[in-house]
């Protein structure tokens, strides 16, 4: 086993200690221990613990479907929001070409923006497509909509037999409309588990399929993961821990009154992790009144924008930096004759070397700056790596909303928009809060 990922705390020196970690053992134990017996708030959707292992059987399926899907299709659009939708996109940003990215896989229902939308049912006209539609409960506004739109355009192109096999729904095994659906059309389909969230479901069938029809190794994916659940799961020392560290490290600098932590990196092609870390960590922790708010930075992009409240703004923010210690590229700096541009002091490093030392600098100001920080690194990009991210940051956000006291895997809050929503679309069954929206609209 080859560990990928390590944490370095050393810049949270004026905040938290070697020793404040000790102390934090027995809290830190007893909520491991509860969430690996199963015994801690939400234990009914901790599936995803040992889903490395269990979504195994499925390989080959989702591997043969995948690859139909490459022969027979030049894209799969992939329906789906929150957790079945952004795991999938967030590794097939993070593995593809940074520039190009990967186009074998387009997104819909993930919002429901009208002009985006009609591209999309215009594009889906003129290409070959095939579509997988994700959606654990199989209501969720966004992707039915989405879906119902889909299926109404590629009939006009496929005949229904044409339809049965190009669709492919992932979803509750029992119940929801898109259960409904896909029963009564005959199409193909996965499930996913009731004991899996859809936050933490990157590496059940709503991540693994469109990953593996993006081309990339969803074996490789998992070995990382099991790799890394198996430290997580065997190691019970906060210090010989990254994910307790991790954990323990953010309870205490939220206890110290950081409320904001940003997720910051040098690395163009985790934007997308950024953006389902702050899913999985806003959705765990964000209730009950408490909770640290995830934000993200890309850097050294944002350092022309953000850099200056980062520096001298409110103190509310910790950063964790998220690092690649090796790039797969090296982009050499040559010396021009007349050095023009005042940049020969550069001549014979990297691009690599400038982006490695600009994350020192930063490092350091903002520390200065009394905005303590930590780093993520990872060893390089692939996929193996990405699956021990995958399990650490999981692991973590278990440990550190049971630290906070709530139930790191309910999202209630995430129905009181659904509601009004549905209420002001006139879905029947919503009548009596559509009457009391509309007085509050008006200002009665
Ligand atoms: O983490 C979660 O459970 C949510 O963010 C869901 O993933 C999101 O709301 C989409 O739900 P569904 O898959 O039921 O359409």
Same mark, same amino acid.
């Given at each position: 086993?080859?560990?990928?990922?390590?944490?370095?705390?050393?810049?949270?020196?004026?905040?938290?200690?070697?020793?404040?970690?000790?102390?934090?053992?027995?809290?830190?134990?007893?909520?491991?221990?509860?969430?690996?017996?199963?015994?801690?708030?939400?234990?009914?959707?901790?599936?995803?613990?040992?889903?490395?292992?269990?979504?195994?059987?499925?390989?080959?399926?989702?591997?043969?479907?995948?690859?139909?899907?490459?022969?027979?299709?030049?894209?799969?659009?992939?329906?789906?929001?929150?957790?079945?939708?952004?795991?999938?996109?967030?590794?097939?940003?993070?593995?593809?070409?940074?520039?190009?990215?990967?186009?074998?896989?387009?997104?819909?229902?993930?919002?429901?923006?009208?002009?985006?939308?009609?591209?999309?049912?215009?594009?889906?006209?003129?290409?070959?497509?095939?579509?997988?539609?994700?959606?654990?409960?199989?209501?969720?506004?966004?992707?039915?909509?989405?879906?119902?739109?889909?299926?109404?355009?590629?009939?006009?192109?496929?005949?229904?037999?044409?339809?049965?096999?190009?669709?492919?729904?992932?979803?509750?095994?029992?119940?929801?409309?898109?259960?409904?659906?896909?029963?009564?059309?005959?199409?193909?389909?996965?499930?996913?588990?009731?004991?899996?969230?859809?936050?933490?479901?990157?590496?059940?069938?709503?991540?693994?399929?469109?990953?593996?029809?993006?081309?990339?190794?969803?074996?490789?994916?998992?070995?990382?993961?099991?790799?890394?659940?198996?430290?997580?799961?065997?190691?019970?020392?906060?210090?010989?821990?990254?994910?307790?560290?991790?954990?323990?490290?953010?309870?205490?600098?939220?206890?110290?009154?950081?409320?904001?932590?940003? $997720?910051?990196?040098?690395? /163009?092609?985790?934007?997308?992790?950024? +953006?389902?870390? *702050? =899913?999985?960590?806003?959705?765990?922790? #964000?209730?009950?009144?408490?909770?640290?708010?995830?934000?993200?930075?890309?850097?050294?992009?944002?350092?022309?924008?953000?850099?200056?409240?980062?520096?001298?703004?409110?103190?509310?923010?910790?950063?964790?930096?998220?690092?690649?210690?090796?790039?797969?590229?090296?982009?050499?700096?040559?010396?021009?004759?007349?050095?023009?541009?005042?940049?020969?002091?550069?001549?014979?490093?990297?691009?690599?070397?400038?982006?490695?030392?600009?994350?020192?600098?930063?490092?350091?100001?903002?520390?200065?700056?009394?905005?303590?920080?930590?780093?993520?690194?990872?060893?390089?990009?692939?996929?193996?790596?990405?699956?021990?991210?995958?399990?650490?940051?999981?692991?973590?956000?278990?440990?550190?909303?049971? $630290?906070?006291?709530?139930? /790191?895997?309910?999202?209630?809050?995430? +129905?009181?928009? *659904? =509601?009004?929503?549905?209420?002001?679309? #006139?879905?029947?069954?919503?009548?009596?809060?559509?009457?009391?929206?509309?007085?509050?609209?008006?200002?009665?």
């Amino acid at each position: 086993m080859a560990k990928q990922l390590s944490l370095d705390i050393a810049l949270l020196q004026d905040y938290v200690t070697e020793s404040d970690l000790e102390n934090l053992q027995a809290k830190v134990s007893a909520v491991r221990e509860s969430l690996l017996n199963k015994t801690c708030a939400g234990s009914d959707y901790t599936g995803w613990i040992d889903l490395p292992w269990s979504v195994e059987s499925q390989l080959p399926v989702i591997k043969e479907i995948a690859a139909e899907i490459g022969d027979r299709a030049d894209h799969l659009i992939s329906i789906g929001i929150g957790g079945s939708y952004l795991g999938a996109r967030s590794a097939i940003d993070f593995l593809a070409d940074p520039l190009l990215g990967n186009d074998r896989v387009v997104y819909f229902g993930h919002h429901i923006g009208s002009d985006y939308t009609a591209s999309l049912l215009n594009f889906v006209q003129q290409k070959n497509v095939y579509v997988n539609v994700i959606s654990k409960s199989g209501t969720t506004m966004e992707p039915a909509l989405g879906f119902h739109l889909i299926r109404e355009a590629l009939a006009k192109k496929y005949s229904r037999d044409e339809l049965r096999t190009r669709i492919i729904a992932t979803t509750d095994k029992a119940s929801g409309v898109l259960r409904g659906i896909t029963d009564a059309e005959g199409y193909r389909s996965f499930i996913i588990e009731d004991d899996i969230g859809g936050r933490f479901s990157v590496l059940s069938p709503s991540g693994l399929l469109p990953i593996a029809v993006a081309g990339y190794d969803i074996e490789a994916l998992l070995a990382g993961a099991r790799d890394m659940a198996h430290i997580c799961k065997s190691e019970a020392a906060v210090l010989a821990s990254d994910a307790l560290t991790y954990a323990a490290a953010r309870y205490l600098l939220f206890q110290k009154g950081k409320q904001v932590e940003i $997720l910051a990196s040098f690395e /163009p092609s985790a934007h997308s992790i950024a +953006e389902w870390w *702050k =899913q999985l960590f806003g959705e765990s922790e #964000g209730k009950e009144r408490t909770g640290i708010y995830p934000a993200s930075a890309n850097l050294t992009t944002d350092l022309h924008s953000l850099g200056q409240f980062m520096q001298e703004g409110s103190r509310c923010l910790f950063e964790t930096f998220f690092t690649i210690t090796a790039a797969r590229a090296r982009v050499p700096i040559h010396a021009i004759d007349d050095d023009a541009d005042q940049l020969n002091f550069l001549a014979d490093q990297s691009v690599e070397f400038v982006n490695q030392q600009a994350y020192s600098a930063t490092s350091y100001a903002h520390y200065e700056g009394d905005l303590p920080n930590m780093t993520i690194r990872l060893a390089k990009r692939d996929e193996y790596t990405l699956g021990q991210l995958f399990y650490f940051f999981e692991f973590a956000v278990a440990i550190s909303g049971l $630290l906070l006291g709530v139930n /790191p895997f309910d999202q209630p809050g995430v +129905e009181a928009y *659904k =509601q009004n929503m549905f209420a002001l679309l #006139g879905k029947p069954g919503y009548e009596e809060r559509r009457a009391a929206l509309a007085k509050k609209i008006k200002g009665e």
